[in-house]
């Protein structure tokens, strides 16, 4: 019985690894062009960036796949990065000149609503779709 029990052990752990990782599958709709890049942050439900990620757009659109996500709360902010200068364009009183959005399409009337409202949970593999702001 006990030579059983290492065995079957390291399966159930093995298991358990291999079903919490998981994709997600980001569509951004909504560009105005398909000039440029999509630059996205992915963080956790503690506000820290898990990773980063940039995704070409072809017919105004951009899906950016992320693999291996652990069963967990996300959240996701973006901009569109039309002259490739890495950061996000604003005008002189600091609005965005460049599209940008957040997961849940979460905007609120004078920039994104709070951290909170952003987040998501992956728990399989998920698709979202998201709408740009300009």
């Known amino acids: 019985m006990g030579r059983a029990f290492l065995p079957a052990f390291c399966l159930l ?8 990782q998981n994709d997600l599958k980001v569509e951004i709709t ?11 942050q ?11 990620h940039k995704g ?4 105004k659109k951009s899906v950016i ?8 709360k996300y959240a996701i902010r973006y901009f569109h990065d039309e002259n490739l200068n890495g ?7 600091g609005m965005p000149t460049e599209g940008y959005g957040f997961s849940n399409d ?5 920039g994104p609503k709070p951290f909170g409202s952003w ?4 728990k399989e593999n998920k698709k979202i779709v998201l709408k740009t702001k300009y």
Not at 42 to 52: A, C, K, R, T
Not at 56 to 59: A, D, N, S
Not at 65 to 72: D, Q
């Open 13 to 20: 752990m093995i298991s358990n690894i291999v079903i919490s």
């Open 87 to 93: 950061t996000m364009d604003t005008n002189l009183t």
């Open 65 to 72: 796949i992320i693999k291996n996500l652990k069963t967990s």
């Open 119 to 122: 987040i998501f949970e992956v």
């Open 106 to 110: 979460a905007y609120g009337m004078f």
């Open 56 to 59: 070409t757009i072809k017919e």
């Open 30 to 40: 909504g560009l105005h062009n398909d000039k440029g890049i999509i630059m996205l």
């Open 42 to 52: 992915l963080f956790d439900e503690g506000h820290n960036i898990v990773s980063q």
